[in-house]
C-alpha cells in the first residue's frame, strides 16, 4: 500500500476502484465525473448522497457504521470523461475540517485490498475538499491525492465545475475560477444538505489563496519562466520530457528593514514516500544524498544582489528511496520573518542560468522559520515544484523536520 503526498500519483492495477474517506465525524463523499475542460457534462454527473448512480460512478453509503465511498468502474467510465473527482464534506451544515483530519482509502473494489492513503495536511477552515482524483493518462488510469480545500462547502465544489444547484448554494462564490454556463436542459441538484452548506457559508473566514483551476490543465515549462503564488504547482516537464539535469534552488532576501543584519539559513529537507526523515542539507552539512544535494555555503547577512543561498540538486541522480524535497528558511538570529525583505525562492537550470520557476514571499509572520517550496517525485519519474510559504517557530532546520513532513 502506497502513503501518498499532494501532487503525488500512481496507476492504477485494477479497473474497479472505491474511494472511501474516513474521519472522526461523518462525512459527504461525492464523486464528479469531468470532461476534459474540467466540467461535468451535466448534473446526472455529480453522484452522490441524493444521486447515488451514475455512468461507471457510484456512491456506496456507509450507514453511518462505516465510511461513505465512491466506486469507479473505470471500464464502464463513458468516452469523453476523463477525470473522476472524490470529494468530501463534514455533514453537519457550516462545519470547517479544524481539527478533523480525513484520510482517503483507494481499494480494489472487488477484494477490498488497500492500495493507497492520503490524508490532506494542514486543514482549517476548509469546509469541502477535492481529496482525490482519478484520471485518464495516455490510455491509463491512475489516481492522484489532491487535498484541495473549499471554504464554501459540498456546493461551492458542485458549482464550481458546473452543477447548477438551488438559488441559496448558486449564490455561493466558488473559491476557484468561476464555472461554466450550464446547458438549460440540466435541470438543478435540489438537495436541501447541499442548500444549506452553501447558506452556511457566507459568513465564514475567507477562503484559503486558491489553486491553479482544475480546468487549466497541469502547468509546466513548455511555455517559459513560470511565477507562482501560494500552493500553485509547476511539473518540471518542458517539451514533453522530465526535466532531469542538475537545477539550482536560489533562496535570496534583503536585511530586516532600517539596515540591520540579519542571518537566515537556507536548508533543504529530503523524505521518504512515507514522510520518513532521510536527511538535511544546510550550512552545516554541504552535501546529502550520495551528493546530488549540495548547498552553497552560509550567508550571514543577506548583503548584496541576488540569490543569497544556493542548494543544487541533481535530478536525475537522487536516490530512488528520496520523493520529497523541501526547501525551508530559518532565522538564526532570530528576527520574525515580518521582519524580513524580499524574501523569494526560485528555480534555475544550473547549466544555462535560465530561471524557470519563482515565487515571491508576499505575506510574513511573526515566525523564525518558513517552508518556501517543495520538489515531489511523481511515479511517472517526473518532478513537480510546489509554493509553500508556511511559516514555523524553528531558528533551525532540526526544528522543521516535523513541519516540513506534515505539509508534504
Known amino acids: 500500500m502506497t502513503a501518498m503526498t499532494p501532487g503525488s500519483n500512481i496507476p492504477l ?58 466506486v469507479v468502474d473505470t471500464a464502464a467510465v463513458p468516452p469523453g470523461i ?27 473494489a472487488d477484494d477490498g485490498s488497500a492500495i493507497a492513503t492520503f490524508t490532506p495536511p494542514q486543514l482549517g477552515t476548509e469546509t469541502a475538499l477535492v481529496i482525490v482524483e482519478i484520471y485518464l493518462r495516455n490510455g491509463a488510469w491512475k489516481v492522484r491525492a489532491v487535498g484541495q480545500g473549499y471554504a464554501n462547502g459540498l456546493a461551492g465544489i458542485a458549482t464550481d465545475f458546473g452543477v447548477s444547484v438551488d438559488e441559496p448554494a448558486a449564490a455561493a462564490a466558488p473559491t476557484l475560477a468561476p464555472a461554466a454556463p450550464v446547458a438549460p436542459s440540466a435541470p438543478p441538484v435540489a438537495d436541501p ?43 518540471l516537464v518542458k517539451n514533453g520530457r522530465p526535466l532531469l539535469s542538475q537545477v539550482k534552488m536560489g533562496l535570496g532576501w534583503e536585511p530586516a528593514f532600517r539596515g540591520k543584519d ?18 538535511s542539507c544546510y550550512f552545516g552539512k554541504l552535501t546529502i544524498l550520495n551528493g546530488s544535494v549540495k548547498h552553497s555555503g552560509d550567508n550571514l547577512t543577506g548583503e ?44 534555475l537550470d544550473a547549466a544555462t542560468g535560465e530561471e524557470l520557476v519563482r515565487f515571491d ?36 532546520v532540526r526544528g522543521m523536520v516535523k513541519p516540513a513532513a506534515q505539509a508534504l
Request: hydrophobic share 40%; charged share 20%.
Open 82 to 108: 476523463e477525470k473522476i473527482v472524490i470529494t468530501a464534506s463534514p455533514d453537519a451544515a457550516g462545519q470547517s475540517f479544524q481539527g478533523i483530519e480525513p484520510t482517503a482509502t483507494v481499494r480494489n
Open 361 to 396: 514571499l508576499t505575506g510574513a509572520e511573526p515566525q523564525t522559520g518558513v517552508m518556501m517550496a517543495k520538489l515531489i517525485k511523481q511515479f511517472s519519474g517526473e518532478w513537480e515544484m510546489t509554493a509553500m510559504g508556511d511559516f514555523a517557530k524553528s531558528r533551525t
Open 193 to 235: 444538505r447541499v442548500a444549506a452548506q452553501a447558506a452556511s457559508a457566507a459568513p465564514q473566514a475567507p477562503p484559503a489563496p486558491p489553486a491553479p483551476p482544475a480546468a487549466a490543465g497541469k502547468i509546466n515549462l513548455d511555455k517559459g519562466r513560470v511565477s507562482l503564488q501560494k500552493n500553485q504547482t509547476v511539473s
Open 13 to 70: 492495477s485494477t479497473a474497479r476502484v472505491a474511494v472511501d474517506v474516513a474521519a472522526p465525524v461523518r462525512l459527504d463523499v461525492s464523486g464528479l465525473l469531468l470532461t476534459a475542460d474540467g466540467k461535468v457534462r451535466s448534473d446526472d454527473d455529480f453522484i452522490f448522497f441524493n444521486q447515488p448512480t451514475g455512468p461507471g460512478v457510484v456512491h456506496r453509503s456507509g450507514g453511518g457504521s462505516a465510511p461513505d465511498a465512491i
Open 304 to 347: 548584496g544582489a541576488g540569490d543569497d543561498e544556493v542548494i543544487t540538486v541533481d535530478l536525475g541522480r537522487i536516490p530512488p528511496e528520496a520523493t520529497g524535497l523541501v526547501f525551508t528558511v530559518n532565522s538564526f538570529s532570530g528576527q520574525k520573518f515580518s521582519e524580513v525583505a524580499k524574501a523569494y525562492c526560485r528555480l
Open 262 to 279: 540579519i542571518d537566515l539559513d537556507a536548508s533543504v529537507i529530503a523524505y521518504d514516500g512515507n514522510r520518513k526523515h532521510l536527511d
